[in-house]
């Protein structure tokens, strides 16, 4: 891994670059997942590449419908395997949702190297490998376990390729989705539209799962039922383009 320098402006930034691409080096990671990553970063420098209070509330929402889920699974693509293999793990322990390895470029050799990393991140039980059941969409994130995906209530979904986000949700179940674009179609058609890096927001749902995990009943149904997505995806737009009003202006370009 190339050393960077801890006082570098664009630390952390350039630490989770560093991460995809070992992902792709350990054959975890596709070489796509490294310009899927380029197009978050952009979204992200817009944020600037923090948790903003809405991310933060939808992320607390996300996790009250987790724990109130019969059967949630959390899908883990590459890029999410090579990100947050720690934190998905902590996450799925803390909700009870089950992992489940999904790629869009699927091979099973890929599948078995990611089952095989959640667990060396102390994962016990990793489905995806079974792949006994499909989705009505004609790419290979339509492959899914049977016992998994395919039968969950409530998925969470990072970095999900829209087309699966849309069929998810229009097979009845609730979607929460992690994605730093608020127009991608996978933002737009989810239920719960996470707008945040995965590396900030899983770790933040992991403390409001500890924070909730006690919590009775109604008082999470409270936190979904008040739940708006439509607030979500509007500041995140917002925060987005005061950012670039701002930055123009610091950089002496008139804001016109
Ligand atoms: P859609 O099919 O939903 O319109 P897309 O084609 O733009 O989306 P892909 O390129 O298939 O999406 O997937 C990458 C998505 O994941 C992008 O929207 C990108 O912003 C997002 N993304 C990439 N890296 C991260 C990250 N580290 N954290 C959160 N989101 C990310
Ligand atoms: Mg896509």
């Known amino acids: 891994m190339t050393r960077i320098p801890v006082e570098h402006p664009r630390y952390e930034s350039l630490m989770t670059r560093e991460s995809v691409v070992e992902g792709v080096q350990m054959g975890i990671t596709s070489r796509q997942g490294l310009i899927a990553q380029g197009r978050g970063e952009t979204f992200d420098y817009l944020l600037g590449e923090r948790t903003i209070a809405t991310a933060a509330y939808a992320e607390r929402a996300a996790v009250a419908l987790l724990l109130l889920a019969q059967n949630p699974i959390i899908s883990v693509n590459g890029n999410t395997a090579a990100l947050v293999p720690g934190t998905i793990v902590s996450l799925s322990d803390m909700t009870g949702a089950m992992l489940e390895v999904n790629l869009f ?22 489905l995806g490998s079974k792949g006994n059941a499909r989705l009505d969409i004609n790419h290979d994130r339509a492959i899914v376990d049977e016992g998994g995906i395919y039968g969950a209530d409530v998925v969470l979904v990072p ?44 770790p933040n ?20 039922n008040s739940y708006d997505n439509n607030k979500v995806l509007s500041s995140a737009m917002y925060e987005m383009s005061e950012k670039l009003k701002n930055m123009s202006i610091e950089r002496g370009i008139e804001w016109i």
Do not use: W, Y
């Open 205 to 224: 749902m992991v403390q409001f799962a500890k924070d909730m995990k006690n919590n009775k009943i109604d008082e999470l149904e409270s936190v979904v």
């Open 159 to 202: 970095l999900e390729d829209g087309d699966r986000c849309e069929t998810l949700v229009n097979m009845g179940k609730i979607v929460i989705a992690i994605d730093l674009n608020p127009l991608s179609r996978t933002s737009s058609s989810a239920n719960v539209s996470i707008i945040d890096n995965i590396t900030r927001a899983i």
């Open 105 to 126: 470029h699927r091979s099973d050799a890929r599948i078995h190297k990611i089952i095989r990393h959640l667990k060396s991140h102390g994962a016990v039980n990793v």
